[in-house]
């Protein structure tokens, strides 16, 4: 039973890369966190997408982001899905950043009453198994 | 924007078929699909050799694997001329009313039998992919559950949101349910303002009584003409008056505000399509996942002013023979969600109250019903798709 516990608790389910966010996830291991510009629209797109939503062009580049934002909804999430047993409750934050997209992550650090609309947050890391990383984010103070 | 291809009223539903919910029904989607094809030859004199035309959803609990019309199709004894899955979620079982109508009026077939089941309680065989399996639920962001958490606390930061508005609407629905012999029988207990207020975070500021409950479940309507209706003597029958539907509204913003939504298209439309005004509608059926999804989109399509829903909902009767009479067998809050055919509820009590048959629940003197979908979690703009249709009995 213990064991089977174990295997439940490793189940948190670790991102399979694709052609089009392979550079994306390869950034993330180090740390940076890249989005997609279309040059012909002047804009930049989250999640990655193998052709731009502006234009329909696959002329994307890939850009790091300053990793900046501001909260601009957030839910304290309680009830366990599967790989996220231990971590309940936590606060899950939709953030817009200074790029101008929308990016939904954890919101660590932050207690759900003192995440407060409006406030600056920025990037970080979680570890997860096999050297992968997913994208957080923390006050920015 | 485009016409009414419904404009002359010559299609029409002439029958309904519903499984009471349950939550082990101990059956499979495609025997609940054989139980609702066996209600509707029943009620129409049909048999099976008659039907040319199906359309259906992708159960949850059994499309692991890609040909399952087919094998549906067969297990039912059904040759197809016209076979037609539509996977635009809480929206299909209105899309494959829609589409059958297109299909009968290009004359490819003369009857559609359009039903849709589904058997969580069975393992659960469906995959997520793309976004929502690589940038979506390794953040935590898990679901329905935590979208819509999102959406009921961006909704308060915008507006205010007053919780006892929602509470008003989980009681009218769940005076329904109670009143819905085929209703979730956990559910068909009557509940007050105050229990939903105490109901439990699941997704703070959402509550565990704004949410649905997954059962197994089955229901389905037999679309055809109006021409073809009147040779076989049919009696009653439900004609459809307008339809519009919306996916991926608003695609090239990647800040949208999330009460920009489908619904502010398809809503209008669909009610100038077929001559009405908000305070025309009898009776309102929205699909309903979350509450907040309720008061949405009485805002957007119309009902009241933005950021006043909770207000109106205050001031308005939701009950049958109120003034505006909403989910009136419960929705799927109050009666269960039967996975991906669970929309089908709520199209299936519109069609029951237009012929008149919900009993204890009917409402007075109804002519006409708005019938609403909602289909897949996006990544936080609202939803996918959006889709409206009017009926009039």
């Known amino acids: ?120 947050v920025r990037i970080c890391w979680e570890e997860l198994s096999d050297g992968a990383r997913m994208f957080a984010f923390e006050p920015d103070r | 924007m485009a016409s009414n291809f419904l404009s002359s009223k010559d299609i029409v539903i002439i029958a309904y078929g519903e499984v009471k919910n349950e939550l082990r029904s101990g059956k499979t989607a495609t025997e609940l699909t054989a139980d609702v094809m066996v209600q509707l030859l029943a009620k129409t004199g049909l048999t099976n050799r008659e039907i040319d035309g199906f359309a259906l959803t992708l159960p949850l609990s059994e499309t692991g694997f890609a040909w399952y019309s087919n094998v549906l199709v067969d297990n039912l004894g059904i040759q197809a001329r016209w076979l037609q899955i539509t996977d635009i979620g809480g929206c299909s079982i209105l899309g494959n009313i829609a589409r059958a109508a297109a299909a009968l009026k290009c004359g490819m077939i003369e009857f559609a039998f359009c039903i849709h089941a589904d058997a969580p309680s069975r393992p659960h065989v469906a995959e997520y992919f793309n976004y929502r399996s690589e940038f979506q639920e390794p953040t935590g962001f898990q679901g329905p559950l935590i979208a819509f958490g999102l959406l009921t606390d961006a909704y308060d930061q915008k507006y205010g949101l007053k919780p006892e508005a929602l509470g008003r609407l989980a009681v009218a629905q769940r005076n329904g349910a109670v009143a819905n ?31 649905v409950m997954r059962c197994d479940g089955a229901n389905g309507v037999v679309v055809t003409t109006l021409e073809r209706a009147r040779a ?5 029958m439900v004609r459809l008056a307008s339809y519009s539907e919306i996916t991926n509204f608003d695609p090239a913003n990647s800040t949208p505000d999330a009460f920009e939504t489908g619904f502010q298209v398809v809503g209008p439309d669909a009610l100038n399509k077929a001559g009405l005004s908000p305070r025309d509608v009898d009776m309102f059926h929205p699909y309903d996942d979350f509450l907040i999804a309720l008061l949405l989109k009485l805002e957007q399509i119309g009902f009241c002013k933005r950021g006043e829903g909770s207000d109106f909902v205050l001031s308005t009767d939701f009950s049958p023979t109120g003034d505006l009479p909403i989910n009136t067998g419960g929705g799927q809050i109050s009666a269960g969600q039967a996975g991906l055919a669970g929309g089908g509820t ?42 409206a249709m009017v009926m009039e009995a």
């Open chain 2, 346 to 387: 709520n199209v299936v009590e519109a069609v029951r109250q237009l012929m008149g048959e919900a009993g204890s629940r009917q409402v007075p003197n109804v002519k006409n019903a708005l019938v609403t979908g909602i289909g897949v979690v996006t990544y936080f703009r609202n939803w996918g798709s959006s889709v």
């Open chain 1, 1 to 120: 039973m213990a064991q089977q516990n174990m295997a439940q608790e490793q189940m948190r389910p670790v991102p399979v890369p694709t052609r089009t966010s392979t550079p994306f996830w390869d950034a993330a291991k180090r740390g940076k966190f890249l989005l997609q510009y279309d040059p012909a629209a002047k804009k930049y797109q989250f999640f990655p997408r193998p052709v731009s939503i502006y234009s329909g062009s696959d002329k994307l580049e890939w850009r790091e982001a300053s990793g900046r934002g501001v909260l601009v909804a957030r839910t304290n999430v309680q009830v366990p899905h599967r790989g996220f047993e231990k971590l309940v409750p936590f606060v899950l934050a939709a953030v817009n950043l200074e790029e101008g997209v929308r990016v939904v992550a954890r919101l660590i650090g932050v207690p759900y009453d003192q995440a407060k609309h409006g406030m600056k």
């Open chain 2, 232 to 236: 076989m003597g049919v009696k009653k």
């Open chain 2, 181 to 211: 012999e085929n209703a979730l029988d956990k559910l068909r207990k009557p509940i007050t303002v105050d229990d939903y207020l105490n109901s439990r975070m699941v997704s703070e500021p959402m509550r565990l009584l704004d949410c």
